[in-house]
């Protein structure tokens, strides 16, 4: 991808990948194989979202059968950013989640990065060489500066390493969801302790 240079007008020259094999070209991916994987890869994050519900619930301390809240909750934020956000402010700013193992954190993290790269996916601009090879540019990036020309090339090994993440994920949703604190603070309880000192009352003469 191009850097964007700090002060430049948008018109004027800008860099691009000068490793562009060269030869034809034409839109779209042209590999149905790794059409294919990359539907497999943008289909998954609805079914991720969904696991992340009874994830979401442990977050806002329903117990772990409660889902039907939870789901209103969780899907009436209607962006990812605003999931990652919520679930974050609610993770690492409430004294009841202080004790939470770093699976919590984990969840968090890959979901937004998984997200990021859906989205490179499912709104880039595709094209495919004549040589079979396949390349994205993202859309959303700099957009007064956007140049086709800084598409990069996308193979059959990245893209099975994004669904292992899927699966990864999965997995550590799994896990984080079925956690039990064995010493639950009641609402309303900080998990720090607080000692106020208290001064006597002085005498009015």
């Not at 004027?12 to 839109?27: M, V, Y």
């Not at 969801?177 to 208290?198: C, F, L, Q, S, Y």
């Amino acid at each position: 991808m191009a850097k964007r240079i700090e002060g430049q007008r948008v018109g004027r020259a800008r860099s691009f990948n000068d490793n562009l094999p060269k030869g034809e070209w034409r839109s779209g991916i042209g590999n149905p194989e790794i059409a294919a994987m990359v539907g497999q890869f943008i289909v998954a994050l609805p079914y991720i979202e969904e696991s992340l519900v009874p994830f979401f619930g442990r977050l806002i301390l329903l117990p772990s059968a409660s889902t039907d809240v939870a789901r209103q909750v969780l899907r009436s934020i209607r962006t990812a950013e605003g999931k990652i956000s919520a679930m974050s402010a609610v993770l690492q700013n409430s004294f009841v989640h202080a004790g939470k193992p770093d699976v919590f954190d984990q969840v968090i993290k890959l979901y937004d990065k998984i997200r990021d790269k859906r989205n490179t996916y499912a709104h880039g601009l595709w094209s495919t060489h004549e040589n079979g090879r396949v390349y994205v540019v993202r859309t959303d990036d700099d957009v007064l500066r956007f140049n086709e020309a800084n598409r990069r090339e996308v193979t059959k090994n990245e893209i099975k390493e994004d669904l292992k993440r899927v699966d990864e994920l999965m997995a550590k949703i799994g896990e984080a969801a079925a956690w039990e604190d064995r010493n639950p603070i009641p609402h309303g309880k900080r998990r720090m302790t607080m000692k106020v000192r208290v001064s006597e009352p002085q005498s009015v003469s």
